[in-house]
């Protein structure tokens, strides 16, 4: 054990203790912390009085609203975006935290354009990271988690993509480094949303990404969680798109997931059809 940043750090992955029923976590532990009574799909976002004026300050209450040290937040903001509040992904992933529409709408339920507000991402993304931080129990997982996606991780261990093998290192070793936030104050900027042209927000891949996070599922259960998420944008969105639209705006997410990570060894888009047709073949009418 030791004290980063005033947080109790556990450099070795310690086991579920069943006397005291604390989860122990390799990463950022605060001893007197309890699970916020809230909704399971809603991070409880309270009125501030006076309200951060600050980039710096909107990171420091998420991080101490979340229980996330505050250092850590930093060290993956930088590694997602640069602290650029206007970045948008090729895949369509938005502002400092990188947040996907889908994964927005199921994780806190933000629509796409709340997803601009700098305030509304920082709070999604750090509520987010810290129900994958509750899930799998340690920050190295978290990390991979949030950058490959939940469902691969598999028997307590991190895929071997190269790309979340360096992004789990270099975020890990910002945040060791004490030195991941910000020397200079940073505004909060005016951010303008950037009208959508691949169709992001109708992705049911972080509805299910979400729902994977806040229960209890095995790997094999996230193709099951895709085909009720797909219910979900249908009801969402009726009268406005059809299923197999849906469809291919998820299908699109997954094979850019695919490409990013496993490159020229990715499932083609065809083999992610057919995958998701072959799981939800049970639905009537789904497709």
């Known amino acids: 054990m030791k004290i980063h940043n005033g947080w109790v750090v556990n450099i070795r ?40 004026t600050t ?9 101490n609203h979340y229980h996330i040290d505050v250092s850590l937040v930093c060290a993956i903001i930088k590694q997602e975006s640069g602290w650029n509040p206007n970045a948008v992904s090729p895949a ?16 806190c339920g933000l629509t796409e354009n709340q997803l601009y507000d700098p305030a509304k991402n920082i709070d999604c993304g750090v509520y987010y990271f810290s129900q994958q931080l509750t899930r799998f129990g340690s920050v190295e997982l978290a990390l991979c988690a949030y950058n490959a996606g939940p469902y691969r991780i598999v028997n307590g261990e991190c895929p071997s993509f190269q790309e979340t093998t360096d992004y789990k290192q270099r975020v890990l070793s910002r945040w060791r480094s004490g030195q991941s936030c910000p020397q200079k104050v ?10 959508n042209v691949n169709q992001a927000y109708l992705s049911a891949k972080g509805i299910a990404d979400a729902s ?29 798109v059809d299923r197999l639209t849906i ?14 990570l496993k490159g020229k060894k990715g499932w083609s888009k065809s083999k992610i059809r057919r995958r998701i047709k072959k799981v939800c073949s049970n639905r009537q009418k789904i497709f």
């Open 92 to 107: 369509g992933a938005i502002g400092l935290m990188q947040i996907m529409p889908g994964t927005g709408k199921g994780a």
């Open 55 to 63: 980039l710096n300050g909107l990171v420091q209450h998420a991080a």
């Open 212 to 240: 994977f996070v806040f229960g209890i599922y095995q790997q094999k259960d996230w193709w099951t969680l895709l085909c009720d998420a797909i219910d979900e944008v249908y009801d969402r969105e009726i009268g406005m």
């Open 186 to 195: 940073l505004p909060i900027p005016i951010v303008k949303p950037i009208p």
């Open 247 to 260: 469809l291919e705006a998820t299908v699109n997410e997954i094979y850019q997931d695919e490409m990013r």
């Open 13 to 52: 992955k310690t086991q579920l203790s069943q006397q005291s029923g604390l989860l122990g976590l390799d990463a950022p532990f605060c001893p007197s912390y309890q699970q916020p009574n809230r909704g399971p799909l809603l991070p409880n976002i309270p009125t501030l009085i006076p309200k951060p």
